[in-house]
């Protein structure tokens, strides 16, 4: 059995972990049970939670048994971890459905069949029911509140006011991880550097209260150059639903991640092999290109499936080739669009017509191969046979058609 803490080192996926040496005995040995939880504060996940999905993939590859918990429970409460502001609420309705796409979207990363076979539960079938006395003399004494006050977890939240309920999101992440033990044998659990301490608390938990050996593994966050979290776009998040962020959309993303990252996001985010990745990246010139357009269409394909991320490569080249019947198509109500300002903002290029207007002043608009003077000019000047190519910036590329 290859040992999966060799390859997630190798790839970078390692950031923090606890009892290594002993972790490192236990993979080489045994296919064992862990997990990684998901929160359903939507009905898509996004980048953020990618990098724990392909380490769990990658886990599964080497023998070992994932668990997909969804936070039905948790997502009532909503974590603090990193958070200046409160969550919001969500109804018991709306975490229902949003835990019903997440498990679906699961079923593109992991096998749900054979020996190692992926499962997802859902921890509102032990949270939404649970005695809370009960959960305090069982749990709570295992929890020191001047300890807690010192992880990172709250400090941002502690800082501005951080609330009874939230502060109850530790425990309770720390016991599900002692009920997947309980249920499943589960000993280790995953997920982003930010969960380090709710993960920790819930490895001591079972530690101290079971006597047994159980461990933690948090992955590094997706950073750009300047630190700060990459999956922004112009339309907000970057998810992994093709309703919330096209299949052409997401490629683009990765085809125009920055030159110094796309070494990183090829480890992080793909299985092209190790090797393989190195040589795409030996260059710092033009020949860097190959390698973005091989990240985006891989990851594309993973999460979009082969199908779509075919249309979205071919798409993207069409684009740039200037073959407009094989760009990206965005159909758009004529009577909504009197000017380009409307034009940019209704196709996703700007987020408001101030954006749009300040686009077009600096000059970076143009429409087929005439660059915009004024926000405000009529679109129909431009669209004389009911369609134009739109051209932001160096980048983004659609094709028009009214309606």
């Not at 929160?39 to 023998?63: E, F, K, N, V, W």
């Not at 299949?247 to 796309?262: A, G, H, I, L, S």
Request: aromatic share 10%.
């Amino acid at each position: 059995m290859t040992n999966a803490l060799d390859i997630l080192r190798q790839r970078g996926y390692v950031g923090q972990t606890v009892y290594e040496e002993d972790l490192y005995k236990l993979l080489g040995s045994e296919s064992i049970p862990f997990y990684v939880g998901f929160d359903p504060t939507a009905d898509s996940l996004h980048i953020g939670h990618y990098i724990p999905i392909m380490a769990m993939a990658h886990m599964q590859r080497c023998g070992h048994k994932p668990i997909v918990l969804v936070g039905g429970g948790t997502g009532m409460i909503g974590d603090p971890s990193g958070r200046s502001d409160l969550r919001t609420m969500l109804t018991r309705e709306q975490v229902e459905h949003n835990v019903a796409c997440i498990k679906k979207q699961m079923e593109r990363f992991l096998s749900f069949e054979g020996e190692n076979a992926a499962v997802i539960v859902n921890n509102a079938d032990w949270l939404l029911n649970l005695n809370y006395v009960d959960f305090l003399r069982d749990v709570g004494v295992y929890f020191s509140v001047n300890k807690m006050l010192t992880a990172e977890c709250f400090k941002i939240r502690y800082e501005k006011g951080l609330t009874f309920l939230e502060f109850n999101y530790m425990l309770m992440q720390a016991y599900d991880f002692l009920m997947l033990y309980e249920k499943f044998g589960c000993l280790l659990e995953m997920g982003g550097n930010d969960q380090w301490s709710n993960i920790l608390a819930g490895a001591d938990l079972i530690r101290r209260k079971k006597h047994k050996d159980a461990f933690a593994i948090t992955c590094p966050l997706l950073l750009n150059s300047e630190g700060k979290k990459m999956g922004k776009t112009a339309k907000g998040a970057l998810w992994l639903s093709a309703e919330r962020t096209t299949p052409y959309e997401f490629y683009q993303y990765f085809r125009n991640v920055e030159d110094v990252k796309t070494e990183e996001c090829l480890r992080l985010l793909t299985f092209v092999p190790l090797d393989e990745i190195k040589e795409l990246t030996a260059h710092n010139d033009e020949r860097m290109n190959v390698a973005k357009e091989r990240l985006a269409y891989e990851v594309t394909k993973l999460v979009h499936g082969e199908e779509a991320a075919d249309k979205a490569r071919s798409q993207a080249r069409a684009a740039f080739g200037g073959n407009a019947e094989d760009m990206p198509t965005v159909t758009i109500k004529a009577a909504d669009a009197p000017t380009v300002a409307d034009a940019l903002v209704l196709t996703g290029a700007c987020k408001s017509k101030s954006e749009a207007r300040r686009l077009v002043e600096g000059g970076g608009v143009k429409i087929d191969e005439s660059k915009v003077a004024d926000a405000t000019d009529a679109l129909s000047a431009y669209a004389a046979d009911g369609s134009f190519v739109l051209h932001k910036g160096k980048k983004f590329h659609v094709r028009v058609v009214l309606g």
